[in-house]
């Protein structure tokens, strides 16, 4: 058995996250890569924040909030679209940005990592699209088989 991984072919974990990926920039979600989902996955979780958003916006800021994805998914394209993938019943949640959907880098400061968590879950969850972060995080309380992380930074 291989442990759950998260990894991009667009940066690697620590370097810099592309610019295009940027919230002023195209605002596209950086291509990920998937593998070691553990047996008995019914689920994916990918969670995109920034912790170091805390001193400016007084809270760790919310890019992506993302369940349902089916446990076969192996890859997540660049500028991957909910309502045309091929990713089992996924559904995206509201980002601090106030918008569905992904939310890319955008620090007012410095340079911010940020922190793409991927969770197998051993069931699917009943939570309305749409949902806020902290609604997807109840839910799969009980639920986690393997969690892994994936980080990038970017600057202003």
Known sequence: MTDLT?????????????????????NVNPPLEIDGVPD???????????????????????????????????TIPEDWDSSTSSTGDALEGENDFGDVGYGGPDPPDREHTYRF???????????????????????MHGHVLAHTQLEGTYAP
């Open 6 to 26: 998260l990894r991009s072919p667009a940066f690697a974990n620590g370097d810099p996250i592309p610019e295009r990926c940027g919230y002023g920039e195209a």
């Open 117 to 139: 968590g991927l969770y197998a879950l051993d069931t699917t969850l009943d939570v309305q699209p749409g949902a806020r972060k902290n609604d997807v995080t109840r839910a």
């Open 40 to 74: 008995g996955a019914e689920s994916l979780v990918l969670l995109l924040d920034d912790p170091d958003a805390m001193e400016p916006a007084g809270k760790v800021w919310e890019h992506w909030v993302l369940w349902n994805l089916s446990s076969s998914t192996e």
